[in-house]
């Protein structure tokens, strides 16, 4: 059991919703974006990792915090739409 949380291709002990999009596959492209666009979640693409860096440098916490707070509310309906087939 103890080895149950370390195994790659399972969702038993946790849900790792990019891998499971992507069957595991580490070099498949697609963005958290991509995702939500084709399973039709609410994501704001205006404001991305790319953007995180510069908003730093310029003070602009407010923006980063936004922007992690979306990806977290994003990723969690994609991982609520996924789990029920993963019983």
Known sequence: RA???SRKYT???QFDVRSVLTG???HTSGTLGDWCHFFDVPHDD???G???WPA???GEYDK???HCAQDVKA???LYERLSPFYG
């Open 46 to 48: 205006s404001f991305g």
């Open 50 to 52: 790319a953007d995180v």
């Open 56 to 58: 730093a440098q310029a």
């Open 3 to 5: 080895n149950e949380w």
């Open 64 to 66: 980063i915090v936004e």
């Open 75 to 77: 990723t969690r309906v």
């Open 24 to 26: 595991w596959d580490t």
């Open 11 to 13: 969702t038993a002990s």
